[in-house]
């Protein structure tokens, strides 16, 4: 079967750096994204990965390993505006995305 | 319009009733989906469109249904409503299904309770 599973929930300081890991399971793999989900809005997109290694974009870096199943996004500099949901999603071999449940980061001051 | 639009944004619906929930978009993609976000799961897809003209089911597409007669519009139909359809839904739409790095976009999706 296919799977994607992500922390439900995450607790960081403004100011810190945190990592969300994100392992998967799918049938075929055609990449993965990141998506970020303030409460009450819509998904945007925050980056894709479909090579080994890491991209970085300004505060945001994701990280893809294929061997391992394995991803993470880095948040650097944390500010209170990053408190959302963000959402890991692989491609499968219909290039439908798999979607992970979320996870939850709170910013703490 | 700039992006994807979705209608209405909220509606409290109830059991048995019909609802149609409508989504269009101003960036000529060939590719739009429907997903159902609750909490604790995942987007779920529940149908798409490749193209005009075409349309295919998702994960959960049972007691769905779509169409897609131009490019801009893709609604989506509950023909007779059921408590377990209260949920967010989404439309989204991509530039093309070819490759996996076409980024999907989404409307500011549609709160629907079934009483």
């Known amino acids: 079967g296919q799977n994607i599973d992500q922390p439900t929930e995450m607790t960081a300081t403004e100011g810190a750096i945190v990592q969300i890991n994100c392992t998967y399971q799918?049938?075929?793999?055609?990449?993965l994204f990141w998506y970020q989900q303030h409460a009450g809005e819509a998904p945007t997109f925050l980056s894709y990965n479909v090579l080994d290694g890491l991209e970085e974009k300004g505060r945001f870096s994701s990280f893809l390993s294929r061997s391992k199943g394995y991803s993470y996004l880095l948040l650097k500099e944390l500010q209170m505006k990053d408190s959302a949901s963000y959402l890991c999603?692989?491609?499968?071999?219909?290039?439908?995305?798999?979607w992970g449940a979320g996870t939850k980061l709170i910013i703490k001051p | 319009i700039a992006g994807i639009t979705q209608a209405p944004t909220s509606q409290i619906l109830a059991a048995g009733r019909r609802m149609t929930l409508r989504c269009t978009q101003d960036m000529r993609h060939n590719a739009m989906y429907w997903y159902r976000q609750d909490l604790g799961l995942g987007l779920r897809l529940i149908h798409y469109s490749n193209t005009a003209g075409t349309t295919g089911k998702g994960e959960v597409p049972d007691g769905y249904s779509v169409s897609r007669a131009n490019t801009d519009d893709f609604p989506l139909t509950l023909a007779s409503a059921v408590p377990s359809q209260t949920s967010v839904y989404f439309c989204?739409?991509?530039?093309?299904?070819?490759?996996?790095?076409?980024?999907?976009?989404f409307g500011p999706g549609t709160r629907l309770t079934v009483l």
């Open positions: 799918t049938s075929g793999f055609n990449g």
């Open positions: 999603a692989c491609v499968d071999s219909n290039y439908q995305l798999i």
């Open positions: 989204a739409s991509s530039d093309s299904t070819s490759g996996g790095g076409n980024t999907q976009y």
